[in-house]
């Protein structure tokens, strides 16, 4: 209980990123589906960073908690923002880019924060301690208050990079596989649409072996190694 009171600061600030996260993931469905001719999402308030517009009660607040207090990185989903396929102009190559745009967003989130990071790693020769002392030790590792708003820039950096990876997996409702399904004959199209019921099944038994972490691993490994190197 002590360590979990501990982490608790750790734990918002990482819920914080998320929410951040979550909210820049969804607008960009909608934004490029605006684009591409249909506009469901403005139509129902989507495109905004307005976290509460996208809450899903499990994907975006019970399950994320439940991570957080494993102290396993956080990921979830929220509600799916809507689009019309026949609203687009290319109904066929369109879904994809739509889906693709979502971890598009959140690759650009994250290469942006790691360059704010890189150039504050530079100038700040206590950066990878404080940053350390966050990671290992909890908010009483570090004083002052550059170490949270390190931790801050860190967090937002693996929740997007670790949302779009998760997203761009190719199981039904994941953004992977829109591109998967625009990829395949019509006649298969609505089959493996159909897998969407097993989805989330398939998910938490990826969570469950360990799959997931084993996905996630190099892409982690690489950011600890652009910051602490």
Do not use: C
Request: glycine share 8%; no cysteine; charged share 10%.
């Amino acid at each position: 209980m002590e360590n979990l009171v501990l982490r608790l600061p750790q734990i918002v600030i990482q819920l914080l990123a998320f929410a951040v996260a979550i909210s820049v993931h969804e607008s960009a469905h909608g934004w490029v589906a605006e684009r591409l001719g249909d506009p469901t999402a403005r139509w129902l308030g989507r495109i905004t960073l307005n976290p509460i517009k996208h809450v899903d009660l499990i994907g975006t607040i019970i399950f994320p908690l439940m991570l957080a207090f494993l102290g396993a990185p956080i990921i979830g989903w929220a509600k799916p923002v809507p689009f019309v396929t026949r609203n687009l102009r290319n109904q066929r190559r369109d879904p994809a880019l739509v889906g693709l745009a979502g971890p598009g967003a959140n690759l650009l989130v994250a290469v942006g924060v790691v360059l704010v990071l890189v150039v504050l790693k530079a100038v700040m020769p206590s950066f990878r301690d404080l940053l350390n002392a966050m990671i290992m030790a909890g908010a009483l590792g570090a004083s002052g208050i550059a170490a949270p708003l390190i931790y801050l820039l860190f967090s937002l950096a693996m929740v997007n990079l670790v949302l779009a990876v998760f997203n761009l997996i190719p199981i039904p409702p994941l953004d992977g596989s829109h591109v998967v399904g625009a990829l395949l004959p019509p006649r298969l199209h609505w089959q493996w649409v159909r897998l969407e019921r097993y989805g989330f099944l398939l998910l938490f038994a990826l969570l469950w072996t360990g799959f997931l972490g084993i996905i996630f691993k190099p892409f982690v490994n690489a950011l600890l190694w652009i910051l602490f190197s």
